[in-house]
């Protein structure tokens, strides 16, 4: 548990008492960002796997499904049905995903498939957040050699409008590196090393491993596409943004001498599988040859596509270029609320900070814009008659109180014996199943359900909140896959204990805040 007092004491990491240690000099910068590199890698996968601990949250029974394995055919469906000017269907891809999902529980009915699906597209969209991505948190050293937490953002799957005013699914670097198994690689090197690893193992009539091969190189051949696209938006918004003088036009030359290059390999091995297609007596290698063709198609026809945009892209430099430079710029420059307000103002005692706050408030609410009145309401109004109303106003009729009744199923005393119950020490954590025979004892059966129900919710602490609220300890239950063998309950035998929360940094905290 992250929540334990004091992580470096729990480590052993606390500096010893009397004069202070010399600092550990940093690592070198390659190893740092190397570390960096698979620490990123790590949290690429992260939204997967938690596919699989959150489908526990789901109302019925759907521990039979592999949401992993679910995720990683979404983002495969996503990258190989999304255009270099659209994206993805939605509906396309949901309905590629429903065989899949069908094939892991065959029994159940179509609408829980559906669902599933849909669970899992939208929870690699990140539907419900913010900024709809993800983010890590990971450590480097600075030039000091001073540990620093950084954060690093990053989506799987998003959201982006298409030409027609539809919404269209993307998939990003980050989800194409889970696919293939990389993190920042370059993508010239890495398609010709995969192209060439594809002509090996065809030549050798290894055609599973070529299919895997080939997908490689169809993923790259998406990432490279989706580099350029970015460059080509971001030239629309902003041709300053983007190096035109040297690194988009070196990008433009380096991957049409690319695609030139590929246009021969691609079209050999396209020969060399139809050769093999045609003389194998297998009906497997058959087979396996029948989609390699159709996969190194597809590269083909993309290397097309992309073709065509390289060479769209210097023209359409120069008219933006034009587009920007004559524009009419802006009457004046906006203000960063941020920079300019807020990170100022959150450091001054509320005193002086009124007046500032007051000032920008009373001038950033705009101008309110006066009620016309027209002349027939005027007129009405003034020839209409006064009410006339009573001294005291209107009676007010008396209200009927109805007692609420005592619905509740604990009481009082049954919540204080299962608390008593559940005050663990910190270092004598206790299974969930022992837990249970001494409510019975103690209780009976609706004590035991109160502890089933406390133990239930400790599962995922308020961490942040008792932190916030001062609280020194906190109750947490942690699965670690025992079945819970009991006569009412079923599930997971969980381990119920007690977190110390950091007392220090919580002081602190109240001191900062004062």
């Known amino acids: 548990m992250t929540a334990i007092a004091d992580p470096p004491t729990e480590l052993g990491l606390r500096p010893p008492a009397g004069p202070a240690a010399p600092a550990r000099p940093a690592p070198g910068p390659a190893a740092d960002e190397g570390l960096a590199r698979r620490l990123k890698a790590l949290a690429c996968t992260a939204p997967l796997h938690d596919l699989d601990n959150r489908k526990v949250n789901l109302a019925g029974e759907y521990g039979g499904y592999a949401m992993a394995e679910v995720g990683l055919a979404a983002i495969d469906l996503v990258t190989l049905h999304m255009d270099f000017d659209t994206g993805a269907d939605r509906d396309i891809v949901l309905a590629r995903m429903l065989p899949r999902v069908a094939a892991q529980a065959p029994g159940r009915h179509n609408a829980e498939h559906e669902r599933v699906a849909r669970w899992v597209l939208e929870s690699l969209i990140n539907v419900g957040s913010v900024d709809r991505g993800f983010r890590a948190v990971y450590g480097t050293f600075g030039a000091d050699g001073e540990y620093v937490r950084r954060d690093y953002d990053f989506k799987l799957i998003e959201e982006v409008p298409g030409p027609d005013g539809g919404v269209y699914l993307r998939t990003t670097d980050e989800a194409v590196n889970v696919l293939v198994g990389a993190l920042d690689t370059d993508v010239t ?265 406390l133990s239930v919710h400790a599962a995922s602490p308020p961490v942040g909140t008792a932190y916030r609220q001062g609280e020194e300890r906190l109750l947490f239950a942690v699965d670690d896959g025992t079945p819970l063998r009991d006569r009412d309950f079923g599930g997971a035998d969980l381990i119920v204990g007690s977190a110390l929360l950091d007392a220090v940094g919580m002081a602190a905290d109240r001191k900062d805040a004062g």
Request: net charge negative; hydrophobic share 40%; glycine share 4%.
């Open 189 to 453: 090197s890495a398609q010709i090393a995969a192209e060439v690893k594809l002509e090996v193992l065809i030549r050798r009539g290894r055609l599973a491993d070529a299919q895997l091969a080939a997908e490689q190189a169809r993923y790259r051949t998406v990432q490279y596409a989706e580099t350029l696209r970015r460059a080509l938006d971001a030239t629309r918004r902003n041709v300053r943004a983007v190096d035109w003088m040297k690194a988009i036009p070196d990008l433009i030359d380096e991957a049409l001498d690319h695609i030139a290059d590929r246009y021969r390999h691609e079209n050999a091995i396209l020969t060399n599988i139809r050769k093999a297609r045609d003389e194998a007596e297998d009906p497997e290698h058959k087979r396996r040859a029948a989609e390699l063709v159709d996969i190194v198609k597809d590269c083909i026809r993309r290397h097309t596509q992309l073709q065509t945009r390289l060479l769209e892209a210097g023209p359409l430099f120069r008219a933006e270029q034009d587009r920007q430079a004559f524009a009419t710029p802006g009457p004046r420059s906006g203000i960063d609320l941020y920079g300019q307000l807020l990170a100022p103002v959150l450091r001054l005692p509320i005193e002086q900070a009124v007046r500032p706050t007051g000032a920008f408030f009373a001038r950033g609410a705009g101008l309110r814009t006066p009620v016309s009145v027209r002349v027939a309401d005027l007129v009405d109004l003034l020839l209409t008659p006064p009410v006339e109303r009573e001294h005291l106003g209107a009676e007010l009729p008396d209200p009927d109180l109805v007692a609420t009744p005592d619905d509740s199923r604990f009481s009082d005393e049954q919540l204080e014996t299962a608390l008593e119950l559940l005050d663990l020490p910190p270092d004598a954590p206790r299974r969930l199943s022992g837990l249970l025979e001494d409510a019975r004892k103690q209780g009976g059966t609706e004590l035991a359900y109160l502890v089933a129900l």
